[in-house]
């Protein structure tokens, strides 16, 4: 599909660039290092295809397969190499995350402690991941080709990472 008045979208001062762009799609050959995505911003990782091998903070080391999405917390040591060509997107996590207006990301660590007697349970021994369903994997194609059209305004990224959110909250336990 062809974009309409693209002169005005690319002269716009709210198109992003590499480093204001709130979802990034990436692509890597087999052996590329990834460059360290969580230095100063959380991360949400959403591996299309391929597979990487990644390290990220005590968490044993770990082979990631395609259709996995990660969180990448802010300033923990993360590395990653590409095991084969690998396609994926990354999501800058907001400070905030409202969900919807009967739960926000902010009770859920206190249901946690609700559900552990009032602690916080141990880390997980592994890196979590969750494998992403059909609506998520529509999402990313959907936006894939809309990236591909040329839409990189900033608004349309704060639009779609929303989207993301709230569909990962309905879709989720």
Known sequence: MSFQN????????????????LLRQWQFQEADMLPELNRNKGILLYLVSGTIEMALG?????????????????????????????????????QHIPLCCRYDL?????????LNNGKLPPPPEKIPSLTANRRIENFFTELSESFADGLGCMQFHEIKRQELFLMLRAYYP
């Open 6 to 21: 693209t002169s005005d979208f690319l002269e716009c001062r709210y198109f992003t660039s590499e480093q204001t762009a």
């Open 106 to 114: 902010l009770d859920l660590q206190q249901d946690i402690k609700n």
């Open 58 to 94: 005590s968490f044993p080391d770990a082979k990631i397969g395609g259709s996995q999405i990660l969180f990448l917390p802010h300033n923990i040591t993360f590395y990653a190499k590409a095991a084969e060509n690998s396609r994926f997107f990354t999501c800058t996590v907001p």
